[in-house]
T-cell receptor, first 112, second 113 residues
């Protein structure tokens, strides 16, 4: 079974730009969650989508948004990038009922 | 609010010794407590988890204990090996069957040969 796939793996943007990250969950998994990982703040929950609906949202500004498609693939978007948005963005999928999350390799975003 | 505290932030042990990492959580309704291992440049990987109706769980050299009354849980690694060196994160799920986990700040474990 293929694991969680995230694209792109690395990207560099400048302040003010926007970025879209993609996540393909494990086949059969309907829940996709996004996390931001930084050295100072650790792993912080951004949001979760389940069956195309946002089920949970963390404490991030409205510049961070996401969506999920009917095939469970998910995207997250960050608009008006700031230097502090530089981080590893991790996507995790689960069946939505067992609780075990499977993480992707992440998308490392650098904002210059 | 929802919070998980993890200690210590760094831990250095000799190969063969045991390592213990402790976490406390704020919400008594939490029902699921996973531990993740993250090697440098790699994804977090689940190594063991425990649910609120269980007090202890073991998997070879790894064990997790849960004290619901005190709202803390611990990871125990016995007979440590250099390949155990990594960052370990505890987490808690605060509400229902969702993908929202609150993570501790992580513990960098170094196992010296």
């Amino acid at each position: 079974k293929a694991g969680v796939t995230q694209t792109p793996r690395y990207l560099i943007k400048t302040r003010g730009q926007q970025v879209t990250l993609s996540c393909s969950p494990i086949s059969g998994h309907r829940s996709v969650s996004w996390y931001q990982q930084t050295p100072g703040q650790g792993l912080q929950f951004l949001f979760e989508y389940f069956s195309e609906t946002q089920r949970n949202k963390g404490n991030f500004p409205g510049r961070f948004s996401g969506r999920q498609f009917s095939n469970s693939r998910s995207e997250m978007n960050v608009s008006t990038l700031e230097l502090g948005d530089s981080a590893l963005y991790l996507c995790a999928s689960s069946t939505g009922s067992t609780g075990e999350l499977f993480f992707g390799e992440g998308s490392r975003l650098t904002v210059l | 609010g929802e919070n998980v505290e993890q200690h210590p932030s760094t831990l250095s042990v000799q190969e063969g010794d045991s390592a213990v990492i402790k976490c406390t959580y704020s919400d008594s309704a939490s029902n699921y407590f996973p531990w993740y291992k993250q090697e440098l440049g790699k994804r977090p990987q689940l190594i063991i988890d425990i649910r609120s109706n269980v007090g202890e769980k073991k998997d070879q050299r790894i064990a997790v204990t849960l004290n619901k009354t005190a709202k803390h849980f611990s990871l125990h690694i016995t007979e440590t090996q250099p390949e155990d060196s990594a960052v370990y994160f505890c987490a808690a799920r605060f509400s229902g069957n969702t993908g929202k986990l609150i993570f501790g700040q992580g513990t960098t474990l170094q196992v010296k040969p």
